[in-house]
């Protein structure tokens, strides 16, 4: 198992090299360039030409993409053209922001989607397989950007009950407390999607489990309906959803772009949106590729976590 | 003939696309969908000749008139243009984009998909890698930089989108593609000589089709959604021509002030993805062969029984088991059909009684409404009688039911790779199979459990009992199964073709520890085989099974003398020298016994 | 791992407990401020947006300063100053005593040392731009120390705006020692010798300040400000109405009606020199012909933009120059809405159903509903004739495409601008010689020789009545050939809650904090 994880963790740096590449690529085809940004209003072709020297992007294109790796090969991200701050500095700030709302909203959806997935199951056709799935199919059906607001409106406007934005308080707080309570609505909502995919699959599965052979040797023993379920049935069941929520890392990532931008939560999504803006090349870079190694991380962990509840694989 | 041929497909074919559209309208949810969706499609299309105001007509003197004003069904927007055009002519747009975005990217995607799975190898490896490439990319970003690389408009929104999904076809598809390759027919096609994009196009392709489909049907609803985003964040439409994320995006400024102007195109997006969702789960329960039987259904803890079923006295007052006119059936899409009828056994203490007959015949069907383990729904049982002991089994509460389930009647099931859990150790199948019915510390659980490992034959069963069934053989395996089954003592054990999926020496070695134990232990034996030579090895009396009725019943010795039903002459007939059977069996099986062991 | 997750979960119940209501109060005596965006720096000199001028003017000082309520200039770290005979030098003598949030001392090396870094390309800090707005002190030759408290500007020709570009934020003097010290990272590390001391920023969080008890001007009554970043209107919106800022400026038209009928919240406006106007391609395609251009003025209706689309917070342009400069005495009138004479125009001018393309952003500074605005001017231009095409790009693509002229690709653009001295927009914007390829912003290519010759001569004249006088005569002119389409000029405005006292805004879109009190 240490070697796979480790021949899987290798695997990583091709696709980050060529992400890379497509990085680099597409930015230089976006038009526009960084010294607009710089200078805004007033970016006059001349002081674009500056800056573009100061910036070394007068360089070809090939050049740059060579000078950049070969730093970044010793550790040096480069400097954010926009926030005039090392890349390395900003994104792994950025990052950790991130990672608490991915992961708080991962954790969640997972638990929701398979409670959510197991119960509609098993009440199949009851009013809570019912309840459950149109909650659902309406959590998946709805853009997330527009729940958020929503949520805003109702938790932090009319109710006065949760912050509306922001990672913590901006006088005492800073706990953890602070933190949960600032996290309850992003969370949420950018889990709503997610567990909506993971309970129909946890649901999906579940069906299937309950019809194999195994599961009626269980009831032939006579094992109460309970632990039919939850030990034999569930156990299998929750084997096939794993690498799925794997996948749905990259959901909630590439989703936390939306909510962050709504909910003003300082992570890499917003960061990266704005980085594209600014033509923030290095930064671009940086924050790709933070993003794209922790969903290829993500679902090697979920991978492991697969392989270790599943004794025929792992051996 | 060969004309019978040619034309006996076109009706076959007819017939499943009418049963397919059924099956569909079957599936309440599905139909609301899809008449939701038709009716939001038709009113688009309908949109050139609707009586509605022009969409892009401004009169920012009645701007944002709420909903149900006079000329303003839904009210006006931020320019005063009548929302309810707009949203009619915007869904136009969002569908059309959403639709053919989904094309596009089923198309690219499942060329992508074809040809790495159909290639394999190298360039398999290179265009996965590049997918993953795709996925590891976050989705937004993606869409965001190619719309500003293209510049902004829908036509680029599309092909942001439709880049953004390829990913999810080409992995589905490659799946496919990859098994279909090796496949039989294809190998075949391919000797033939076919070229490979022949193959691709004529022999592959039509078998990926449905997965095509269903992927296509639940990302429709996904893309629709993205779409909006791409507005939402002003990179779809350019004003002033309306589409529902770029209504929403707009609207949301006046969020606080005129919700309606937000909520409207927002409530129409949830309806366009909820309904396409809903639609895309019916058809892939059409497309899907495995739930098209109705797989997905939940079974529950015990075979319903019709409360209206005939209840036949007991036959025999000394029986342990007495089965009577038992009718057990399956409803698949409201129809019913009987699996047995009006089968009735019985067993002795002590007595080994075989049920035999070819697949098929109910033998197992028989067997497992005993205890009520068919799977229902579909299975229901319609008529007859379980007694065991006198107490009808069918009439038992559910917890007194499962009581007696393991206890008083223990199974031992064909397959013991797929009826032991494959990620329990064995020795904890077993110790639970003892829980179920002792209330034992963990550590007794632990000596008895391995105590019955160790009398089934398993050896070192201390160290065996932390293995997973897949780390064992399959006999013992089944050895395993055997155990669980004799864990509370019961009176009956129904062995379900316990050696069948086994070899012949190990069937040997099995039926030999069967027939030690059930001399050993006193208990009767329901063996359900479809072998002649192994009832005549093992049983006491025969019933033979046919067609879901019980043909002939008798003494095991007499019945094979002579048989009286034609069928049961034909199956004996099968067993190639019958009368050697029995040695043969023997004196493999004497090679086995533990004594005669090194 | 088991113990993590026991204390996870203790936590979240915890949380669900102590679910305690109205968590969104701000903290007394600190003034929470809800910025349009996160700075890009707190370097003064290397920034240009207004976003971010509202944060640096409260930890720097100038030389001069705007006069509370007015652009007229007045002493700030300078008592005084003299200007020769020529006007091409100014001796500013310093105040004294003043010292750096560092600790260092406020002196003429430092004043010389901003200046340098600034302008001389071999200057060793000069790396640590680029200085964007450094073209406001073009004119500045030399800086010079007679002594510790006093310094000479030397200018290569009288230009009018100095002083008031010196009170520019871009006039605002940094720490040499923290410029030394923190080199390129100096913008997160910023020292001046405003009323309130940087203390933290935490990146998309927050940028927090607190009290300078050694103002040189009084110290502040506010113990501390912090200046969040919201990016999202909406969300921005929210915590105002949920409690969790003290202060929103650019608040959304819409949502301007609702905050004014609040009893707990203040509105203030303020109008300021603002323009708001589309750019006319005048070298080629339809606007080419000024009957043409004439006739897309009569045909917008800016009063019900500026009424209805704006909600009453702008007034009608008439021309380049905002009636925020009172001291321009211009009687132009805004073109009327006057769809006939539109039509009649366009058919003088013999174009029946001319072809436009309109650059729209999505966003940006003093852009004010770019979207919204675009496609009402687009209907009115519909309906006397024009045929227009929208391209919306996100600002930053837009000012690119913009910024290097609109030939070969358009007709029509979006833009605003915000200034502090008549002379700047149209000296930018409407000379000949600032065409795109001189590296100027005329992206329409106006070119009329008697602007530019006024323009250069206002430029030079220390006399305002003679400036008044030219900057009038410039508007008419410009008014009647229409290189732009005049639509607006915006009144900003703010939001407060009710405990916030002393609170005003400026004309020059600062935003000075040290009087608030909460």
């Known amino acids: 198992m240490p070697a796979y994880a480790a021949k899987r963790l290798l695997s990583v740096f091709p696709v980050l090299f060529g992400l890379s590449v497509i990085v680099f690529l597409v930015m230089s085809m976006i038009p526009g360039d960084p010294a607009t940004a710089i ?30 790796i070969g730093n970044v090969l010793q550790g040096d991200f480069g400097r954010s053209f926009a926030l005039n701050r090392p890349v390395l500095d900003e994104v792994l700030e950025r990052f950790q922001a991130t990672l608490v709302l991915a992961g708080v909203s991962l954790v969640l959806c997972a638990v929701i989607g398979l409670l959510a997935g197991v119960v509609s199951a098993v009440r199949q056709f009851g009013w809570a397989d019912k309840v459950i799935t149109f909650v659902v199919l309406a959590g998946i059906s709805m853009p997330s950007f527009w729940l958020g607001l929503i949520l805003i409106l109702l938790f932090a406007v009319k109710w006065r009950l949760l912050p509306a934005s922001g990672m913590y308080a901006i006088y005492g707080g800073g706990d953890f407390k602070d933190l949960l309570l600032h996290l309850i609505l992003p969370a949420t909502t950018l889990a709503v999607v997610a567990a909506g995919v993971i309970a129909r699959l946890t649901r999906a599965a579940m069906l299937e489990v309950l019809r194999q052979d195994f599961v009626r040797t269980a009831r032939a023993k006579g094992l109460p309906e309970r632990q039919v379920i939850y030990r034999h049935a569930f156990r299998a069941a929750v084997v096939s959803v794993i690498p799925v929520i794997g996948i749905q890392a990259g959901f909630v990532l590439g989703g936390a772009v939306y909510i962050e931008t709504v909910f003003q939560w300082p992570g890499i999504g917003a960061m990266l949106v704005n980085a594209i803006s600014t033509r923030d090349i290095l930064l671009v870079q940086g924050g790709v590729l933070v993003v794209a190694a922790s969903y290829v991380l993500f679902n090697l962990a979920a991978d492991m976590l697969q392989t270790m509840l599943d004794p025929r694989i792992r051996s | ?108 995607g499942s060329a992508i998909g074809l040809v790495s799975g159909y290639a394999g190898g190298r360039t398999d490896n290179l265009m996965m890698r590049g997918v993953d490439m795709l996925m590891a990319f976050p989705y937004i970003l993606l869409a965001l930089a190619i719309v500003a690389v293209l510049g902004p408009g829908l036509m ?11 990913p999810f076809f080409a992995r589905n598809v490659r799946g496919v593609t990859l098994a279909l390759s090796h ?55 350019q004003p002033p021509q309306a589409d529902l994320g770029s209504m929403l995006g707009e609207g949301r400024a006046q969020l606080f002030t005129a919700p309606h102007v937000s909520v409207v195109p927002g409530v129409m997006i949830f309806l366009i993805v909820i309904s396409l969702n809903v639609l895309g789960d019916g058809i892939r329960d059409v497309l899907d062969p495995r739930l098209r039987s109705g797989a997905l259904l939940r079974p529950g803890p015990r075979t319903a029984v019709d409360p209206d079923r005939t209840v036949p006295k007991p036959g025999n007052a000394d029986a342990v088991l007495d089965v009577q006119g038992l009718e057990t059936g399956f409803t698949r899409n409201g129809h019913y059909s009987a699996a047995v009828k009006d089968v009735s056994l019985y067993l002795q203490p002590g007595e080994c009684l075989g049920l035999i007959g070819e697949s098929g015949s109910g033998k197992s069907v028989t067997a497992l409404s005993i205890m009520g383990l068919v799977n229902s729904p579909p299975g229901i049982i319609r008529n007859g009688a379980v007694y065991l002991h006198g107490e009808d089994v069918l009439a038992m509460p559910e917890t007194k039911l499962i009581a007696c389930r393991g206890s008083r009647v223990a199974y031992i099931f064909q397959d013991p790779l797929t009826t032991l859990h494959p990620m329990h150790p064995i020795g904890r199948q077993v110790e639970e199979a003892i829980a179920a019915h002792q209330r034992l510390d963990r550590s007794s659980l632990r000596e008895c459990s391995i105590a019955l490992l160790e009398r089934v034959g398993i050896p070192d069963a201390g160290e065996r009992a932390k293995h997973f069934p897949h780390q064992l053989s399959g ?8 155990a669980m089954a004799l864990a509370n003592d019961p009176d009956v054990i129904i062995a379900d073709e316990p050696t069948t999926a086994l070899d012949v020496t190990v069937q040997a070695q099995i039926l030999d520890l069967l027939r030690e134990l059930q001399k050993e232990r006193g208990m009767a034996l329901l063996f359900i085989t479809h072998d002649f030579g192994v009832v005549a090895d093992i049983c006491d009396r025969v019933a033979v099974m046919k067609d879901g009725e019980v043909v002939e019943t008798g003494d095991t010795r007499g019945l094979l003398a002579n048989p009286q039903h034609a069928y049961t002459k034909r199956l004996i007939a099968c067993v190639p020298e019958i009368g050697q059977g029995k040695q043969f069996l023997e004196h493999v099986s004497a090679l086995f016994r533990p004594e005669n062991w090194p | 791992m088991k113990r993590l997750f026991h204390r996870a979960a203790f936590a979240a119940l915890l949380a669900l407990v102590g679910f305690s209501p109205a968590t969104a109060q701000t903290p007394p005596n600190v003034l929470v401020v809800g910025q349009i965006a996160e700075p890009k720096s707190l370097d003064p000199h290397a920034v240009t947006a207004t976003n971010d001028f509202r944060i640096l003017v409260n930890l720097y000082d100038g030389l001069v300063r705007y006069k509370d309520g007015t652009l007229e200039v007045e002493p700030a770290l300078a008592e005084n100053w003299t200007i020769s005979d020529d006007g091409k030098t100014y001796t500013f003598k310093l105040r004294q005593g003043v010292t750096f949030h560092d600790g260092s001392e406020f002196n003429a090396e430092a004043v010389k040392f901003n200046f340098d870094r600034m302008l001389k390309e071999d200057h060793p800090f000069h790396d640590t731009g680029p200085f964007p707005l450094s073209f406001n002190f073009s004119a500045v030759e030399a800086v010079n120390v007679i002594d510790d408290s006093t310094v000479e500007f030397k200018l290569n020709e009288p230009f009018a705006p100095f002083l008031s570009n010196l009170a520019y934020p871009t006039g605002l003097i940094v720490s040499p020692a923290a410029v030394e010290q923190h080199g390129k990272d100096f913008g997160r590390h910023p020292s001046g010798t405003g009323p309130f001391r940087f203390a933290e920023w935490k990146s998309n969080q927050l940028v927090a300040a607190e009290r300078n008890d050694a103002y040189w001007d009084g110290a502040p009554a506010l113990e501390a400000v912090v200046f969040r970043p919201i990016t999202d209107a909406n969300t921005r919106i929210a915590e105002m109405m949920a409690g969790g800022i003290d202060i929103m400026v650019e608040v959304p038209p819409d949502n301007l009606a609702s905050f004014r009928s609040d009893a707990n919240l203040n509105v203030v406006e303020q109008a300021g020199p603002h323009v708001w106007f589309a750019i006319l391609n005048t070298k080629e395609g339809p606007f080419a012909d000024k009957l043409v251009r004439q006739a897309a003025n009569f045909a917008v209706n800016k009063e019900t933009l500026v009424n209805d689309v704006l909600q009453g917070t702008a007034t009608v342009a008439a021309g380049p120059i905002p009636p925020a400069f009172n001291w321009v005495e211009s009687s132009v009138e805004p073109y009327p809405h006057d769809p006939e004479r539109a039509k009649q125009l366009l058919a003088e001018a013999g174009v029946e159903n001319p072809k436009i393309t309109f650059y729209v952003t999505e966003g940006g500074s003093g852009m004010l509903n770019p979207v919204t605005m675009g496609a009402a001017i687009q209907a009115d231009l519909q309906a006397v004739g024009f045929d227009v095409a929208i391209e919306t790009y996100e600002w930053n693509t837009f000012l690119g495409r913009v910024n290097e002229g609109l030939e070969g690709k358009a007709d029509m653009a979006e833009m605003a601008w915000m200034t502090n001295d008549p002379d700047t927009v149209p000296y930018l914007t409407l000379r000949t010689d600032a065409s795109p390829e001189n590296g100027g912003f005329n992206s329409g290519y106006y070119s009329n020789p008697e602007v530019d010759e006024l323009l250069a001569k206002a430029r030079t004249s220390t006399d305002q009545a003679e400036r008044a ?38 004309p020059s879109f600062l935003l000075h904090l040290k009087d608030v009190t909460k």
């Not at chain 1, 200078?39 to 294109?61: C, F, H, Q, S, W």
């Not at chain 2, 680029?156 to 390829?166: H, P, S």
């Open chain 3, 469 to 506: 006088k030219l900057y009038a005569k410039v508007q008419e002119i410009v008014h009647e050939d229409a290189p732009w389409l005049f639509v607006a000029n915006w009144v900003q405005n703010a939001v407060t809650t009710a405990a916030v006292q002393g609170f005003k805004l400026q």
């Open chain 1, 39 to 68: 200078l805004g209003a007033y970016a006059t072709p001349e002081n674009v030409e500056r800056i573009n020297r100061d910036l070394g992007l007068d360089k070809p294109l090939v050049q740059q993409y060579v000078i950049w």
């Open chain 2, 475 to 482: 006999g013992q395996r089944q050895r395993v199964g055997i």
């Open chain 2, 156 to 166: 680029n929104a599309l092909y942001a989108i439709a880049v953004v999904n390829i």
């Open chain 2, 1 to 108: 003939m060969t004309d019978s041929l040619m034309v006996v497909p076109a009706p076959k074919a007819g017939s499943q696309r009418v049963s397919s559209w059924k099956l569909l309208f079957h599936n309440r949810l599905a139909s609301i969908g899809l008449c939701l969706l038709g009716m939001l499609v038709l009113v688009a299309l309908l949109a050139p000749v609707l009586p509605l105001p022009d969409p892009n007509a401004t009169a920012p003197a009645e701007r944002l008139r709420p909903v149900l004003s006079e000329g303003h069904l839904l009210g006006t927007d931020q320019l005063g243009r009548d929302i309810l055009s707009r949203l009619i002519w915007g869904s136009r747009v969002s569908m059309t984009v959403g639709f053919s975005a989904t094309l596009v990217a089923a198309v690219i």
């Open chain 2, 183 to 237: 496949a039989e027919f294809v190998d075949a096609a391919r000797l033939s000589g076919k070229g490979h994009v022949s193959i691709l196009a004529t022999e592959i392709l039509p078998n990926v089709l449905p997965v095509i489909v269903i992927t296509m049907s639940t990302t429709a609803g996904w893309m629709i959604l993205e779409t909006a985003g791409l507005s939402f964040l002003g990179l779809g439409a």
